[in-house]
């Protein structure tokens, strides 16, 4: 069955904001026609202290039309990778842990199931710094939608968990970094009802506390 999905497009518009300790990172997920480069804000300080950065990285971008989203044809995914820097200075070569969290943030979501049986539509996958990927974030369903696994985020809407109070522990200096793909699945029916919807949500990551 062919598909009429016109102008259905995912962009990622990312907002970095620094501080020392008390730190946030946005990642503006919205269907709106955007280019690929990524706005960012930098605040600094003259002081030698500590310092804490996230950076989200790359927009994602996803856009399926006609010519690339139909019966046969594959999903579309983007990926980017986000970070947690940490530099101790001043701390005589003993370690020193910051503990952050990491949340996805769905302020509004148009999208619908297009299939009676409530097949997962839109997939994010997400893999820590270990390299392992998270399987379980509370409120979120991870299943697996036409052989691509994931957490099905297709009518999820408010706040959900990464990872709380995740350690981040160097003498020196330490990059920690989260793997994240947003799946645009392609399931052979008709997904017209997903057409030209919206969909607005964040990635944030918040330092929390501190230990000497």
Do not use: C, H
Request: glycine share 6%; hydrophobic share 35%.
């Amino acid at each position: 069955m062919s598909k009429k999905t016109k102008r259905i497009l995912l962009g990622i518009y990312i907002v970095a904001l620094f501080s020392i300790v008390s730190s946030a990172t946005l990642a503006y997920f919205t269907y709106v026609e955007v280019s690929n480069v990524s706005p960012s804000i930098k605040s600094t300080t003259a002081t030698i202290m500590d310092w804490l950065i996230f950076d989200i990285g790359k927009p994602i971008y996803i856009y399926a039309d006609n010519e690339n989203f139909g019966e046969g044809m594959s999903s579309l995914s983007d990926e980017t990778i986000a970070s947690a820097n940490l530099r101790v200075v001043n701390n005589e070569g003993r370690n020193k842990t910051y503990y952050y969290n990491v949340l996805l943030n769905i302020k509004n979501n148009e999208f619908s199931y297009s299939t009676n049986s409530n097949i997962a539509e839109l997939l994010i996958k997400i893999y820590n710094p270990d390299g392992e990927e998270v399987k379980e974030i509370e409120g979120l369903n991870y299943t697996t939608s036409d052989g691509y696994s994931g957490f099905d985020i297709t009518t999820a809407s408010g706040e959900y968990y990464i990872a709380q109070n995740y350690e981040i522990t160097t003498n020196d200096e330490i990059e920690q970094n989260w793997q994240v793909e947003v799946i645009f699945v392609n399931l052979d029916t008709s997904q017209d009802i997903n057409a030209g919807v919206e969909f607005d949500a964040a990635l944030e990551m918040k330092s929390v506390y501190t230990i000497s």
